[in-house]
């Protein structure tokens, strides 16, 4: 059955009719009115409780649609263990981290107001548009090398502290990321003024978007963090994987994004709300990666759905599957989860069909929910 999907209007979001949340939403809602000055920033396709979609048909809520009967609609869960996304994103979201299981159940139980349910929230970004986003560490060498060739750097966080890098690895940079998340508000100033200053007339990606977010966040902390975490430039298809306690932050661009059906983030920059600098530091992975190393690869779903790429997270929750039909296929089988799923046309035109459901016709911007009875559809 079709669904819309519940919009969502952060002040980070593209605005008007740039924001591919509004291009989505206007093809599948003819009764959709755009503000050209207002943000559009999510797209959430779902049961979460603080954004169902609606039964497009009856303006029904999903998640009062999937109460009726949840052992044939969503295999016998509570809920549906995942929430589909469209972002738009004009303005970075927040230097954050997720924590997983374990720590999520804590961290709900000491601070139930602040952390809202026990649920982990690994996610993984699917770019629709070139996408920038911050993700994980640089390996260690490649910290030590940046902070070393900044004195404003090396002023802040002191030279022994760098040093500690080189020397003590994951446990060195512990200390040097702590030291920064840490450091009073003077010093932080001081150092992101000569950072900018020197960074004026520098046409380097680092230096564009340090700019951008000094602008856009005025002496935040999480401005620093550029030099400590991967930057990462994605062409759409592209993807990355956010497991818990790697350290993340998207910058610009417009993606899908899956995830556990949680509201569970630890902030530490870029952004106006709490940020959780004790906890956050204490639970991320210092470890290190490469850039190259993060993007996140599909695979063929099998012999017999050649034009499916499944994106399969370690996790239980949530897969995504990006179907690219040629022009000369016919008759395609979509092949459902046992959760039921969600399915979100980017582009084309086709009729969907199955067992059990009613025959769609299907174009950009339709979003389908197939309830687990159905097994097979195309």
Not at 69 to 95: N, T
Not at 230 to 244: F, R
Request: with cysteine; aromatic share 8%; net charge negative.
């Amino acid at each position: 059955m079709e669904i819309l999907g519940d919009i969502k209007n952060y002040d980070w979001g593209k605005l008007g009719e740039s924001s591919e949340v509004v291009k989505l939403a206007k093809l599948n809602d003819s009764s959709f009115v755009v503000e050209n000055n207002k943000p559009y920033s999510e797209l959430w396709m779902g049961d979460h409780v603080s954004g169902p979609s609606k039964v497009k048909s009856t303006g029904e809520s999903l998640a009062s649609f999937i109460q009726k009967d949840c052992e044939s609609i969503i295999g016998g869960q509570p809920k549906l263990p995942f929430l589909l996304k469209v972002l738009s994103i004009r303005k970075a979201l927040s230097i954050q981290v997720h924590p997983n299981k374990e720590e999520a159940e804590r961290l709900h139980r000491l601070y139930p107001d602040v952390y809202k349910d026990p649920n982990h929230k690994p996610e993984i970004a699917i770019a629709l548009t070139p996408f920038l986003a911050l993700c994980d560490f640089r390996p260690h060498a490649e910290i030590y090398a940046q902070l070393k060739s900044h004195n404003e750097l090396v002023e802040l966080l002191g030279i022994s502290n760098i040093d500690l890098i080189k020397t003590n690895g994951a446990e060195g940079l512990k200390t040097c990321y702590s030291k920064l998340m840490k450091s009073d508000d003077a010093s932080i100033r001081k150092c992101i003024d000569g950072l900018a200053e020197k960074f004026k007339n520098d046409d380097s990606k680092l230096a564009e978007v340090f700019r951008t977010i000094q602008a856009d966040f005025p002496y935040d902390v999480g401005s620093l963090s550029l030099f400590f975490l991967n930057l990462i430039e994605m062409k759409p298809g592209d993807s990355i994987y956010l497991a818990a306690k790697i350290p993340h932050a998207y910058l610009f661009g417009d993606c899908i994004e899956c995830m556990s059906c949680s509201d569970n983030v630890v902030r530490a920059g870029l952004t106006p709300k709490f940020k959780d600098v004790e906890n956050l530091l204490s639970m991320l992975i210092y470890d290190g990666s490469k850039a190259d190393d993060k993007l996140f690869k599909p695979t063929v779903l099998d012999a017999s759905h050649p034009h499916t790429y499944l994106f399969k997270p370690p996790i239980d929750d949530f897969a995504v599957c990006k179907i690219e039909l040629p022009s000369d296929v016919n008759d395609y089988e979509v092949v459902n989860s046992k959760f039921g799923s969600i399915v979100l046309v980017i582009s084309g035109n086709a009729k969907l069909s199955g067992s059990g459901m009613e025959t769609l016709e299907i174009h950009r911007g339709s979003v389908i929910f197939l309830a687990s009875k159905i097994i097979k559809s195309s």
